[in-house]
Nanobody, 114 residues
Framework: QVQLVESGGGLVQTGGSLRLSCAASGTIFSINAMGWYRQAPGKQRELVAGFTSGGSTKYADSVKGRFTISRDNARNTVYLQMNSLKPEDTDVYYC????????WGKGTLVTVSS
């Protein structure tokens, strides 16, 4: 069973950058479509960035031009580079398949101070 572990979150000031990592315990990279999601308290989890099954990338409108998803198949890891962070990016970030069907990890908290 694949387990996902997210890391790299933290506290950063507005305009700062973070790189999130998602490490998988199993071989997820037969899974082409992977994504990063975020969830604020009381809100639904939403897709932030993802690889589609066709290999293209998809981004939420709110992060286009600021976030970049990438992957390292040799390391079974998916990354999310986040630049020009804004307070509204404050959330817990998760990775999963796209659309999600794997078990959810614990996520990593990103806090952007104003």
């Amino acid at each position: 069973q694949v387990q996902l572990v997210e890391s790299g979150g933290g506290l950063v000031q507005t305009g700062g950058s973070l790189r999130l990592s998602c490490a998988a315990s199993g071989t997820i990279f037969s899974i082409n479509a992977m994504g990063w999601y975020r969830q604020a308290p009381g809100k639904q989890r939403e897709l932030v960035a993802g690889f589609t099954s066709g290999g293209s990338t998809k981004y939420a409108d709110s992060v286009k031009g600021r976030f970049t998803i990438s992957r390292d198949n040799a390391r079974n890891t998916v990354y999310l580079q986040m630049n020009s962070l804004k307070p509204e990016d404050t959330d817990v970030y998760y990775c999963n398949a796209y659309p999600p069907w794997l078990g959810w990890g614990k996520g990593t908290l990103v806090t952007v101070s104003s």
